[in-house]
């Protein structure tokens, strides 16, 4: 099992800045990829980016590319999310998720956090 713990979320304004941090903790070995989705209120949940832990290589969301970065440590079994140029619509709870043999788009991710609420104030 792979335990999954997001942090980095709280409320900025339109144009600012968050960074979200994920800590991987348990069989982190087994990790291949790493990836953040998010809800907002009556919506369904949608891909942000995507990592693979070997190499880096990364996906990311249209409506994310150019703003938000995603990158490991794989030291740290940590993976961050940096998030510039806000927008009220990037307002949603963010979720981690890792998976033993995926870093895309699909929710075909076995292991979620619980969240963190990013709050974007016009």
């Known amino acids: 099992q792979v335990q999954l713990v997001e942090s980095g979320g709280g409320l900025v304004q339109a144009g600012g800045s968050l960074k979200l941090s994920c800590a991987a903790s348990g069989r982190t070995f087994s990790i291949y990829g790493m990836g953040w989705f998010r809800q907002a209120p009556g919506k369904e949940r949608e891909f942000v980016a995507g990592i693979r832990r070997s190499d880096g290589s990364t996906y990311y969301a249209d409506s994310v590319k150019g703003r938000f970065t995603i990158s490991r440590d794989n030291a740290k079994n940590t993976v961050y999310l940096q998030m510039n140029s806000l927008k009220p619509e990037d307002t949603a709870v963010y979720y981690c998720?890792?998976?033993?043999?995926?870093?895309?788009?699909?929710?075909?991710?076995?292991?979620w956090g619980q969240g963190t609420q990013v709050t974007v104030s016009s």
């Open positions: 998720a890792a998976s033993r043999t995926y870093y895309g788009p699909r929710s075909e991710y076995e292991y």
